[in-house]
């Protein structure tokens, strides 16, 4: 299982993700100890990232494929949902995929879901998107109080908590987070682990002042 929080500001877009992948079948599902990245660039020249949820091969699969990169990032998008649709699909998993990047200046995430043989693909126009495990509230974070308006540090620490928040109580999803920041015509930015760790600690402190709300006697 996986989650994939994008949220997207005025100038850049920021995109955080859980590692933990799980292994198995009908028999049982097994952890994987190491971290499994689910935030990448498609190639070392992409100025968009995609965050994957469901099938831990589709990863490998989406990368090894040769999409054309063309100007228009809705183009490129759409190019994408075709490879997926005509190839990935047809092996009838479960996929979904987050594409954060930029039309010119303007922020754009799409969400293309892989599902019994159809990719879909949906523009967010709100400009925020959740995928993957469900029963968590990571959602309920995002569209409560996400707002386009939002600064980068603000931005990247609602992403963090909706992710840490549904980490540390769903054991189907694990650390280390992981971050992105994508801006216009710029390289992606990945965040590093002392990045991660400072806002970590900053979501923590949310956490206990939302504790002390509900349980004010409580130390």
Known sequence: MSLVVALAGEKEIVIAADTLLMMGDSEGYYKQKQPFPKIFKQNSDSLFVVGITGHSAARYYLTSEKVLDVASFSETVENYKHCIDDNYAL??????????????????????????????????????????????????????????????????????????????????????????????????????????????????????????IFMPTMD
């Open 91 to 212: 092996n009838n998993c479960h996929a979904e995929f987050t594409f954060a990047g930029f039309e010119g200046n303007e922020p754009r995430i799409y969400f293309c879901k892989c599902y019994d043989g159809l990719a879909t693909l949906e523009p967010k126009d709100l400009g925020r998107s959740v995928s993957g495990i469900s029963g968590h509230g990571a959602m309920y974070f995002v569209h409560r109080y996400h707002n386009r308006k939002m600064r980068l540090e603000e931005l990247q620490i609602l992403a963090c908590f909706a992710v840490r928040e549904a980490v540390d109580f769903e054991i189907r999803l694990g650390r280390p987070l992981e971050l992105a920041v994508v801006r216009p015509a710029q390289q992606p930015h990945f965040l590093q682990e002392k990045e991660i760790a400072d806002l970590e600690k900053q979501c923590e402190r949310i956490n206990g002042q939302i504790r002390k």
